[in-house]
């Protein structure tokens, strides 16, 4: 009996289930626009994305605004709402501060965070999030985007725009004659 299960043991193929390695998050940031006229504002949006076949859970992320860039206040997003099962958002403007908890993000989701920015100082300002982690993954990102701050944004007024499009029209008419 006893070597009846001895070649039972070693004839039986040992299945073991592959498990495939969990990603880490992912987040991207943009500014909109990107360029913004001193003490000017723009809205800064933040993605966390699960690329994986199965939910994730405590998904965190936090963001420093740089010297030059104020923040305003937070305009929306569904980053620790009940659309991610809940969380948390923490903002401190005075700090330029903010942080990001959500409880749950499940197969292939993805969730936002929007804030309003000013720019204070001239200049080209870069503003690098933390990683952003999760139960169970590896930690991903960090994300980074540009904010730049001129002295003024030139605009066209609707007559300009109207001469513009008038001498565009007559440029290439003469075209289509030669």
Same mark, same amino acid.
């Given at each position: 009996?006893?070597?009846?299960?001895?070649?039972?043991?070693?004839?039986?193929?040992?299945? $073991?289930?592959?498990?495939?390695?969990?990603?880490?998050?992912?987040?991207?940031?943009?500014?909109?626009?990107?360029?913004?006229?001193?003490?000017?504002?723009?809205?800064?949006? =933040?993605?966390?994305?699960?690329?994986?076949?199965?939910? =994730?859970?405590?998904?965190?992320?936090?963001?420093?605004?740089?010297?030059?860039?104020?923040?305003?206040?937070?305009?929306?997003?569904?980053? &620790?709402?009940?659309?991610?099962?809940?969380? =948390?958002?923490?903002?401190?403007?005075?700090?330029?501060?903010?942080? &990001?908890?959500?409880?749950?993000?499940?197969?292939?989701?993805?969730?936002?965070? =929007?804030?309003?920015?000013?720019?204070?100082?001239?200049?080209?300002?870069?503003?690098?999030?933390?990683? $952003?982690?999760?139960?169970?993954?590896?930690?991903?990102?960090?994300?980074?985007?540009?904010?730049? $701050?001129?002295?003024? $944004?030139?605009?066209?007024?609707?007559?300009?725009?109207?001469?513009?499009?008038?001498?565009?029209?007559?440029?290439?008419?003469?075209?289509?004659?030669?």
């Amino acid at each position: 009996m006893k070597r009846l299960l001895l070649a039972a043991l070693f004839l039986t193929p040992f299945a $073991v289930p592959a498990f495939a390695q969990a990603l880490p998050p992912t987040i991207t940031k943009n500014f909109n626009p990107s360029i913004v006229a001193l003490n000017g504002n723009s809205d800064s949006t =933040i993605t966390v994305t699960n690329p994986n076949a199965f939910p =994730i859970t405590n998904v965190q992320f936090s963001d420093t605004m740089p010297a030059g860039v104020a923040l305003i206040t937070q305009l929306g997003g569904t980053c &620790s709402t009940l659309a991610v099962g809940g969380g =948390i958002f923490s903002i401190n403007p005075g700090a330029g501060t903010f942080s &990001s908890t959500s409880n749950t993000l499940t197969a292939g989701q993805s969730c936002t965070i =929007i804030v309003r920015v000013q720019g204070t100082t001239l200049g080209p300002h870069l503003n690098t999030t933390s990683q $952003v982690t999760a139960i169970g993954t590896p930690a991903g990102g960090p994300a980074t985007a540009t904010l730049t $701050v001129v002295s003024s $944004v030139p605009t066209l007024s609707v007559w300009m725009l109207f001469a513009l499009a008038a001498a565009l029209t007559g440029m290439a008419a003469l075209r289509l004659r030669t």
